[in-house]
T-cell receptor, first 111, second 114 residues
Framework: GENVEQHPSTLSVQEGDSAVIKCTYS??????FPWYKQELGKRPQLIID?????GEKKDQRIAVTLNKTAKHFSLHITETQPEDSAVYFC??????????FGGGTRLMVKP | GAVVSQHPSWVICKSGTSVKIECRSL??????MFWYRQFPKQSLMLMAT?????????EQGVEKDKFLINHASLTLSTLTVTSAHPEDSSFYIC??????????FGPGTRLTVT
C-alpha cells in the first residue's frame, strides 16, 4: 500500500518568513495530493490540492509543488502569519480511493 | 458547499457500553464516506471505507465486529463502537467524498470511555 512520509515534524518560523513542508510517497499510481490544516481539537481543513497532471499550484500565500519522478511534493507558505500556526498534513491517494496521510507538521509562527 | 456534520461532538460512556456516531453530508451526496481515528498529537489513521448500500471495507487491524459501520444513505454513515473500553478513547473523524478526489471532514467526535 501507499506510504507517505512528512518532514519536518515541527517547524518554527518568524512571522513574515516562509515555511516549507515536504512529503514523499511510495505508490507511483497515486495521482491526488491534498494538504490539510488542522487546528487543535478541530477538523482537518483542505487548504490546497494538486493532481498529478500539474507540477505546481498556487492560491494566494500557499503553493504546492509536485515532482512525480521523485515522488515528492511540498507545501510552501509565504509571508506567514500567527494564524497559520496549526498542524499540517499531506496526503496521497489514487483517484477515488482512500487518503494516506503523512505524520503531520506542527507549524508555529512567532509574532 | 461541501459541509459535513458529525454527532455527537463529544461523548463519555462507561466501559462495556456501545456508542453510535453519526456522519452526515449536508449539501452534497457522498457515495463514499471514510472513518478515521486520531490519537493526541498523531496523524489520522483510516479505520474503514464506507460505500452506500454495501458493506464497509476495514483496514488491517481494525475489528469489524467492534466498529460497526452502516452507510444507510448517500448522506448518512454511522459508526458504532461496541463494548467500548478505555483504550477506544480517541478522536473519531469521518469524511465524505464529493467527487473522485476531494474529501471533506466532519468536526470529529471525542470519545472518552471510563
Amino acid at each position: 500500500g501507499e506510504n507517505v512520509e512528512q518532514h519536518p515534524s515541527t517547524l518554527s518560523v518568524q512571522e513574515g518568513d516562509s515555511a516549507v513542508i515536504k512529503c514523499t510517497y511510495s505508490d507511483s499510481a497515486s495521482n491526488y495530493f491534498p494538504w490539510y490544516k488542522q487546528e487543535l481539537g478541530k477538523r482537518p481543513q483542505l487548504i490546497i490540492d494538486i493532481r498529478s497532471n500539474v507540477g505546481e499550484k498556487k492560491d494566494q500565500r500557499i503553493a504546492v509543488t509536485l515532482n512525480k519522478t521523485a515522488k515528492h511534493f511540498s507545501l510552501h507558505i509565504t509571508e506567514t502569519q500567527p494564524e497559520d500556526s496549526a498542524v499540517y498534513f499531506c496526503a496521497a491517494s489514487r483517484q477515488g480511493n482512500m487518503l494516506t496521510f503523512g505524520g503531520g507538521t506542527r507549524l508555529m509562527v512567532k509574532p | 458547499g461541501a459541509v459535513v456534520s458529525q454527532h455527537p461532538s463529544w461523548v463519555i460512556c462507561k466501559s462495556g457500553t456501545s456508542v453510535k456516531i453519526e456522519c452526515r453530508s449536508l449539501d452534497f451526496q457522498a457515495t463514499t464516506m471514510f472513518w478515521y481515528r486520531q490519537f493526541p498529537k498523531q496523524s489520522l489513521m483510516l479505520m474503514a471505507t464506507s460505500n452506500e448500500g454495501s458493506k464497509a471495507t476495514y483496514e488491517q487491524g481494525v475489528e469489524k465486529d467492534k466498529f460497526l459501520i452502516n452507510h444507510a444513505s448517500l448522506t448518512l454513515s454511522t459508526l458504532t463502537v461496541t463494548s467500548a473500553h478505555p483504550e477506544d478513547s480517541s478522536f473519531y473523524i469521518c469524511s465524505a467524498s464529493r467527487n473522485v478526489y476531494e474529501q471533506y471532514f466532519g468536526p470529529g467526535t471525542r470519545l472518552t470511555v471510563t
